[in-house]
């Protein structure tokens, strides 16, 4: 029973170029969640899915940032025309439901380098 | 609204007891505790939900204070193996809102 898979591990983009991280949720999960996470700074949230809809996006910057995912296929997090600041790592959680007692299960994440 | 951790760090010998805060200036609804390893997935510990519950997971335990808006993560005995850093994400509003995190709490247990 797969966990949560996210890939690449490592992904190193130089300024300006296009930076994509796929998640595919555990198994009948169809509720995902991104988080970026920087050194000494927590898990910081970015935005909320599900199947073919964005029910949250609020953390997510406004420019060069887009996520989504499809009915078929992994959820994919895409950043335009990186910058250094946006070197960190990234986190991709699913669950089964929404509601308060539904536990996160998290990826092993990507961490992106921006040369 | 991120929630505050405390204390930011902490290192204990095997055998001792340690406890991590975590406050919101928000009503909260649930306080869930997470840990994570260095260079791995934060991992699910606990949920507690509104209503002022305890929980406990072999040695690890929480408490949940709703009108405090508090919540402490109790671990007694501690081994190896609790080293890593503990994150409480809280969830403040009604709908369908996301987890918020605190900075966590790094926990060093040495031998």
């Known amino acids: 029973n797969a966990g949560v898979m996210q890939n690449p591990r490592h992904l190193v983009r130089r300024r300006g170029q296009e930076a994509r991280l796929r998640c595919s949720p555990m198994?009948?999960?169809?509720?995902v969640y991104w988080y970026r996470q920087l050194p000494e700074e927590g898990l910081k949230f970015m935005v909320y899915?599900?199947?073919?809809?964005?029910?949250?996006e609020s953390g997510m910057p406004k420019e060069r940032f887009s996520a989504e995912f499809p009915k078929e296929g992994p959820s994919i997090l895409r950043i335009q025309q990186v910058v250094r600041g946006d070197s960190a790592a990234y986190f991709c959680?699913?669950?089964?439901?929404?509601?308060?007692?539904?536990?996160?299960?998290f990826g092993s994440g990507t961490q992106l380098s921006v040369l | 609204q991120q929630p505050v951790q405390s204390p930011q760090a902490v290192i204990l010998r095997e055998g001792e007891d340690a406890v991590i805060n975590c406050s919101s200036s928000?009503?909260?609804?649930?306080v869930h505790w997470y840990r994570q390893k260095h260079g791995e997935a934060p991992v699910f510990l606990m949920i507690?939900?509104?209503?002022?519950e305890q929980k406990g997971h072999d040695k690890i335990s929480a408490s949940f204070n709703e009108k405090k808006q508090q919540s402490s993560l109790y671990l007694t005995a501690s081994q190896l193996s609790y080293s890593g850093t503990y994150f409480c994400?809280?969830?403040?509003?009604?709908?369908?809102?996301?987890?918020?995190f605190g900075k966590g709490t790094r926990l060093s247990v040495i031998a």
């Open positions: 959680a699913s669950s089964l439901m929404t509601g308060r007692n539904e536990k996160l299960f």
């Open positions: 198994k009948g999960h169809s509720h």
């Open positions: 899915l599900q199947k073919e809809n964005i029910i949250d």
């Open positions: 928000k009503a909260l609804y649930s």
């Open positions: 507690l939900l509104k209503g002022g």
């Open positions: 994400g809280t969830d403040s509003a009604s709908g369908n809102t996301p987890l918020v």
